[in-house]
């Protein structure tokens, strides 16, 4: 399984980006997969952002980016998305999306998830 993901640059505060991460390979099925969001900021850990499940009917926030992400995917095009609103210089991390081939609930454990990209730098500037 690959995931590429996308979207990432320079922002000002109080701007928008949506990052896209697309799933590839021949055998897993994207639409029974769990995808999640996590971010890495310089110096610091590994955080969870949001997580999706399966259909799209389940959602996830981290209490950093709750109100202001939106995470959602297209099973038709094996990608899912992170709508980020109202970004602050704390955003500021490499964004990575991770698959957990479990049909469940979406989990906010990294050590759930089975893929990993290679993440997009996402810099909000002040």
């Known amino acids: 399984v690959q995931l590429v993901e996308s979207g990432g640059g320079l922002v000002q505060t109080g701007g928008s980006l949506r990052l896209s991460c697309a799933a590839s390979g021949r055998t897993f099925s994207f639409s029974r997969s769990v995808m999640g969001w996590f971010r890495q900021a310089p110096g610091k850990e590994r955080e969870f952002a949001a997580a999706?499940?399966?259909?799209?009917?389940?959602?996830v926030y981290g209490g950093s980016v709750k109100d202001r992400f939106t995470i959602s995917r297209d099973n038709d095009k094996n990608t899912v998305y992170l709508q980020m609103n109202s970004l602050k210089p704390e955003d500021t991390a490499v964004y990575y999306c991770?698959?957990?081939?479990?049909?469940?609930?979406?989990?906010?454990?990294?050590?759930?998830?089975?893929?990993w990209g290679q993440g997009t730098l996402v810099t909000v500037s002040s």
């Open positions: 999706i499940s399966w259909s799209g009917s389940s959602t």
């Open positions: 991770a698959l957990d081939r479990e049909l469940g609930p979406p989990s906010e454990r990294g050590i759930d998830y089975d893929y």
